[in-house]
Each structure stands twice: as C-alpha cells, then as structure tokens.
C-alpha cells in the first residue's frame, strides 16, 4: 500500500472498509466463543505455522492481512471469553469494556501526557478517587495505571524502597542503589513470582528475603515474623495465588507502621475482595499498608492491559518515578485532569489511555455491581468446591474467595491435559505444599451455575477415563 499522496476519503474509506471486515470477524468470534471447544484444537494450533513467512517486500493489501489474522489466530485462541476457563487467574471482558476500548484505541492519544490527553488525565484522576472509594484506602492515594500487576509491584516497591532510603539520609535516584544503606525484605513463604522479579529488578535478591512461615492456608503467620524496623519493605498478599488466601492484615500491618517499615500489599486479584461487603473481613486492616498492586484485568473483568499501583505516599511515588525533561509539556491546574502527567506516576512515558476500559467497566457497574460481580465470583468458586467434593475430588483448600484446589490423583498435570483435552474445560495443575492438585480459578463474570456443573461432569469423565 503506498499512503501517499494523502487522500482523505479514500483513506477514510478503506479505514472504515477495514473496521467493517474486522467488526464482522469478531462478531464470528463472539458468536462462537462460548460454545467451541475451549482449548483450541491441535490442528488449529499447527495451522499457525501459516504465520511462518518472510517479511514481505512490497507488503500485502491490508483486508488480506486482517484476513489471515483473523483465519489462523482466532480458531488457535483459548476461549477465555466463555464460562468455563479457569486457568491462571484470568477474568473476561465485560462487553462495555471492549466497546469503550475500540473508541479509545481510534483515539491513539499517549495516555501519559495530560497536555496531549486531556480526556485520558481526566479519567486517570476520576478513577483514581473511584479506587480510593472502593478499597477504603487514605484520601492521599495515588493511582498508576499500568500494563498489569507486576509493573503496579515494581511501581509500589520502587516507592517504598525510595522512602526507606531517604529516611536514611539517602537519595537512590542520585546515588544509586550499590552503596546504598541495606534495606530488609520480609515476605510470607508463599510469595508470588511477579513480587521475586519485581524485588530483583530493585536490586533485592531472592537470598536476601526474610521467608516467613505460613499457615495450612498459606497466609503469613504473624506470630512468625521477625523484628521488623524503619528499614524493612514487607509484602503482604491480599489473594494467595493458589488457595486464595489472605494475609491477616490488621495485626502485621499495625506492627509494620509502629517499626517504621513500608508495607506493600499485593492483591492482583483479591483486592477487590475490598470492594464486596460481604467479603471485606478478608482484607481488614489492609487501608494502613503504604502501596497496594491490583489488576482489573483479573477480578473485574476488563480486557488486558490493566493493572494499578495505589500509593498513600506520593512524593515517594513521584520521587521514585516522576520525570522531567525541557521537551515535555507541564500540565495544567484548572481543568479535571490537566495538571496529571501520568508519566510521573509510573516507569512508562508513552502508553495507551488504558484506565478507559477500567472507568467503563466502574461506571457500567457502579458499586453495587461491582460488588455483585465480585461476590458472584465467589459464590460459584463454592459451588464447584462442593459439586467437586460431591463428586469425590477432595478439596484442599477453604474457598474463602475464587480460588478452588482439588485432589485429582499424583498425576495433575496428566489430568489437566486430559480436562483441556476434553474441549468441556481449562484448568491448570499446580502443587500445593507438595501436593500436586488441580487449581481452578473463577474469574469470569461469564461463568453460570451450568458452567460449574458441565466442568464437574467433565472432570469426572477424565477420572473414568484415566482409571
Ligand atoms: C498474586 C499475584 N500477584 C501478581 C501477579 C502478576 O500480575 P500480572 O500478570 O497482571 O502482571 C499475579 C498474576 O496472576 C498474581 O496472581
């Protein structure tokens, strides 16, 4: 295609021609995502060998490349769209939120700068006090809005270690981090990975934490946890990534602030635990931590993309983080948002205007939704835990939230390839205190009670089967 010379209608014609052809493909592909299979099927994923071609020279019409993309990637796609994936901890898009997302993204404004993305530093400070609500967090909070909860981990951590070192009498931004006063990590046992890489980007080895011992649950146990002082970063989990767990917040982090530490709670998906009154007990005391990590492409059903750091400490967060640079527009005070340059509040400086999706989905819902759509969550996690139990697979864990864990018999991983082989289901093995298990996550706003019952008798298929 040569673009030039530029021709409005005709650009605008074949720009509309080619939204066309990709709204119909994707209507196919909602069309049939909550009945396929869904794990794709083996000659699906062979097919992609499709793509295994030489950059093209002259380059192809683009109706021809959205019709090979649509051809070999859509079929070779998981169906996380529909009821019955549970692998991982992966929510689906709520349908405002793909909407919201196809204006946003015609949009294309760098979303990190309010001078040239006023609707975007708008939302950003609209959602920020939303968040703020919803969680119960300090009216000083300020909100990242980032790729996902490793980057909000990086984020909430690079803060607190700014703010530990400064009270040191140490600027690590100017001096850097070799020679700088030694800083403590203490963190329950079962921390996640995306926290051991987000400490290893800080300069905090794996060797150097402080492991506390946890509980059958795989909460921290606070009887176990060392001195702590004005130097320590501690992690807490709101959402153990196997059980579902939480962390007993109120008494560790009262300790944690009387010592002086910085507390950082990573709740990927169970923050929003927070926001559900009939789930709330889990995270009490969690509003008296320093930074929280949460992601809205988990719990709240927003597509991916979308992960916030909160911080109560902002000078801490912009000095971590912030920017200066004589090229870059200062934004404005006067007008909702223009004075929020989001690539102070984070490590990126260009992003897409991601908090639309997030601000569609809150808006669409309201709190009462939101709640719901959290609560509901929980509400069929219990439903598979005791139709599995019914069904004669032990369950290891409490359901205290979505996260299910069940005895399938030494060979998890076995079964969940058998289960996914199936087409009814999507779960993942994993091992809980060396136990192997099948762990399935609910995080579908999509997921019925019918759903539940067609995954059970799917697994106790896979049973027969393999007996
Ligand atoms: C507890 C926990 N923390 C952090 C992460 C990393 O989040 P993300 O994949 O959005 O970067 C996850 C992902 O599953 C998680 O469950």
């Given at each position: 295609m040569t673009p030039l010379p530029f021709d409005l209608d005709r650009v605008l014609g074949e720009s509309f021609a080619l939204r066309e052809q990709a709204e119909g493909y994707a209507r196919a592909y909602l069309e049939t995502v909550h009945h396929r299979p869904v794990a794709p099927a083996p000659e699906a994923l062979a097919a992609?060998?499709?793509?295994?071609?030489?950059?093209?020279?002259s380059g192809v019409a683009p109706p021809a490349v959205l019709e090979q993309l649509h051809r070999l990637g859509s079929p070779a796609?998981?169906?996380?769209?529909?009821?019955?994936f549970f692998g991982m901890v992966n929510g689906g898009a709520l349908p405002i939120t793909l909407a919201a997302r196809l204006l946003a993204d015609s949009w294309d404004?760098?979303?990190?700068v309010a001078a040239v993305a006023p609707p975007i530093a708008a939302l950003e400070t609209v959602v920020e006090g939303w968040l703020q609500q919803l969680f119960g967090l300090p009216n000083t909070v300020a909100a990242s809005f980032l790729s996902g909860s490793s980057l909000a981990l990086v984020t909430g951590l690079a803060a607190g270690r700014w703010r530990l070192l400064e009270r040191q009498g140490y600027d690590v931004n100017a001096?850097?981090?070799?020679?700088?006063p030694s800083l403590r990590v203490v963190a329950g046992a079962h921390l996640h990975a995306a926290a051991l890489k987000a400490l290893a980007l800080l300069?905090?080895?794996?060797?150097q934490i402080e492991w506390v011992p946890v509980d059958d649950q795989g909460r921290l146990r606070p009887e176990a946890?060392?001195?702590?002082?004005?130097r320590t970063l501690l992690l807490l989990q709101?959402?153990?990534?196997?059980?579902g767990a939480f962390d007993p917040f109120r008494p560790v982090v009262a300790e944690a602030r009387a010592a002086g530490a910085w507390v950082h709670v990573?709740?990927?998906?169970?923050?929003?635990?927070?926001?559900?009154p009939q789930l709330a007990g889990l995270t009490?005391?969690?509003?008296?931590?320093?930074s929280w990590s949460v992601d809205a492409?988990?719990?709240?059903?927003?597509?991916?993309?979308s992960g916030i750091a909160l911080c109560a400490d902002p000078e801490a967060l912009f000095a971590a983080l912030g920017a200066e640079g004589a090229y870059l527009p200062q934004g404005t005070a006067g007008?909702?948002?223009?004075?929020?340059?989001?690539?102070?509040?984070?490590?990126?400086m260009s992003r897409r205007g991601r908090v639309v999706e997030l601000w569609a989905a809150l808006k669409s819902l309201g709190t009462e939704g939101v709640a719901q759509l959290v609560s509901q969550l929980h509400e069929r996690a219990r439903q598979l835990r005791d139709a599995l139990t019914e069904a004669?697979?032990?369950?290891?864990?409490?359901?205290?939230?979505n996260q299910v864990l069940v005895d399938v018999g030494p060979d998890a991983d076995a079964f969940a390839a058998a289960l996914r082989e199936s087409g009814e289901a999507w779960a993942g093995a994993s091992r809980w205190f060396d136990q192997p298990v099948l762990r399935l996550s609910?995080?579908?706003?999509?997921?019925?009670e019918e759903d539940i019952a067609r995954t059970v008798r799917a697994m106790v298929r896979c049973r027969e089967t393999r007996a």
């Open positions: 992609l060998e499709g793509f295994r071609e030489a950059l093209p020279t796609t998981t169906a996380q769209g529909g009821g019955r404004q760098n979303g990190a001096k850097g981090l070799w020679g700088a300069g905090f080895g794996r060797d946890l060392p001195t702590l002082d004005d709101a959402g153990n990534v196997n059980s990573d709740g990927a998906f169970g923050l929003w635990a927070a926001a559900a009490a005391g969690h509003e008296q931590a320093h492409h988990k719990t709240l059903n927003v597509p991916y993309d007008v909702l948002g223009l004075n929020r340059d989001g690539l102070r509040y984070g490590p990126e004669g697979f032990p369950g290891l864990n409490d359901v205290v939230f609910v995080c579908s706003w999509v997921t019925s």
